[in-house]
């Protein structure tokens, strides 16, 4: 297989996983920066959006369980492919370097710091746009999500931590 029919497909999906990586993030920020007030008035409209954020958000602790297993998935498989691609052109004591350094800028920027200012930024709007996606996610997700909700009360239980991680971002 020639070497532009690897790199080609492979960038296009590592744009692609990034984008899924700022729609996590950015999701994250915006849902949970909103004061309970609103979604409690914004759910009284009566839209399907609102009335979906309200279910979203009646579970802090499983909605911010599904946005984190779904970006790190996405983050992983970035990783993944970025460093089988640098593995193609680099000798494989630098690979490790490459592909770190590589994969660290891109998710910061384009998957982190960039989405999360601007799901801040635009909270309330942002908030409804991607309300029903995060529920088809939680729903195709469920049983990652469930396995890592139930372990994570668990053990946050054992070491005598708060089993709702959640709570600092919310104003309740």
């Known amino acids: 297989m020639s070497t532009y029919s690897v790199l080609v497909p492979s960038l296009l999906a590592v744009v692609i996983l990034l984008l899924f990586s700022a729609f996590f993030s950015s999701s994250e920020s915006a849902i949970f920066s909103l004061p309970a007030e609103w979604i409690q008035t914004t759910s009284k409209d009566s839209t399907r959006d609102s009335r979906t954020l309200h279910q979203l958000r009646a ?12 970006n790190n998935l996405v983050n992983i498989a970035i ?10 052109f680099v000798s494989p004591g630098f ?12 998710v910061l920027v384009f998957g982190e710091i960039v989405p999360k200012s601007y799901g801040l930024g635009h909270a309330e709007s942002w908030s409804l746009r991607v309300a029903r996606p995060i529920s ?19 053990l946050t239980t054992l070491i005598g931590g708060d089993q709702h991680i959640e709570k600092p971002y919310l104003d309740d």
Do not use: K, M
Not at 79 to 88: E, M, P, Q, W
Not at 136 to 154: G, H, K, S
């Open 79 to 88: 990783t993944s492919i970025i460093t089988l691609l640098v593995a193609r």
């Open 59 to 70: 579970n802090p602790h499983r909605l911010l369980v599904t946005l984190l297993v779904g």
């Open 136 to 154: 088809y996610v939680e729903r195709v997700l469920r049983p990652l999500v469930t396995v890592f909700d139930i372990i994570t009360r668990w």
């Open 95 to 106: 690979t490790v370097v490459i592909a770190t350094l590589s994969v660290s800028v891109l």
